[in-house]
T-cell receptor
Framework: GQNIDQPTEMTATEGAIVQINCTYQ??????LFWYQQHAGEAPTFLSY??LDGLEEKGRFSSFLSRSKGYSYLLLKELQMKDSASYLC??????????WGAGTKLIIKP | SQTIHQWPATLVQPVGSPLSLECTVE??????LYWYRQAAGRGLQLLFY??????ISSEVPQNLSASRPQDRQFILSSKKLLLSDSGFYLC?????????????FGEGSRLTVL
């Protein structure tokens, strides 16, 4: 079966660094995606990895290891506005996204 | 620039009543269109997607249906709602020229069935 696992909730301190992990098992693989979703709002695209390694985009970075079926999202210099859910999704061989349940990130001052 | 809108934002419906959620995209042509449902504590569930007018693929058999009467219009319907239809419904689009997981979502419609 297809499965995406990520922690349900994490807490971090403003100004710190947090790493949100995601493991995936999908039928085929065409990329790993991260989305941010603030409470009551729609998800917005953050990053895309299809090759192994780290992709950096400002304060956010995303890493992929295809051999391990593993990805993480790294958030640096945390701000209160980063409090949100972070959704991991893997694109399968049919180019459909398989979504994780999301990790709720709580930022404390 | 491209924009996507869906409505209504919130609705409360009795069991057995009909449903119609509408989504429109502006600023692009021939988009791929999607309807997702998000239940608390669960991942986004793909309900329908469309690659063109009149072309609808259903991912989950249920009492919902979708239609695409125009290139940039996508409608989610039900003739008789069930309690289990409650949830947060999201319309999304992606560029139709290639396979991409970069989706652009509408504001969402929160449906409560009583």
């Amino acid at each position: 079966g297809q499965n995406i696992d990520q922690p349900t909730e994490m807490t971090a301190t403003e100004g710190a660094i947090v790493q949100i992990n995601c493991t995936y098992q999908t039928s085929g693989f065409n990329g790993l995606f991260w989305y941010q979703q603030h409470a009551g709002e729609a998800p917005t695209f953050l990053s895309y990895n299809v090759l192994d390694g780290l992709e950096e985009k400002g304060r956010f970075s995303s890493f992929l290891s295809r051999s391990k079926g593993y990805s993480y999202l790294l958030l640096k210099e945390l701000q209160m506005k980063d409090s949100a859910s972070y959704l991991c999704a893997s694109m399968d061989s049919n180019y459909q996204l398989i979504w994780g349940a999301g990790t709720k990130l709580i930022i404390k001052p | 620039s491209q924009t996507i809108h869906q409505w209504p934002a919130t609705l409360v419906q009795p069991v057995g009543s009909p449903l119609s959620l509408e989504c429109t995209v502006e600023g692009t042509s021939n988009p791929n269109l999607y309807w997702y449902r998000q239940a608390a504590g669960r991942g986004l569930q793909l309900l329908f997607y469309s690659v063109g007018i009149g072309q609808i693929s259903s991912e989950v058999p249920q009492n919902l249906s979708a239609s695409r009467p125009q290139d940039r219009q996508f409608i989610l319907s039900s003739k008789k709602l069930l309690l289990s239809d409650s949830g947060f419904y999201l319309c999304a689009w992606s560029a139709g020229t290639r396979h991409t997981g970069e989706l652009f979502f509408g504001e969402g419609s929160r449906l409560t069935v009583l």
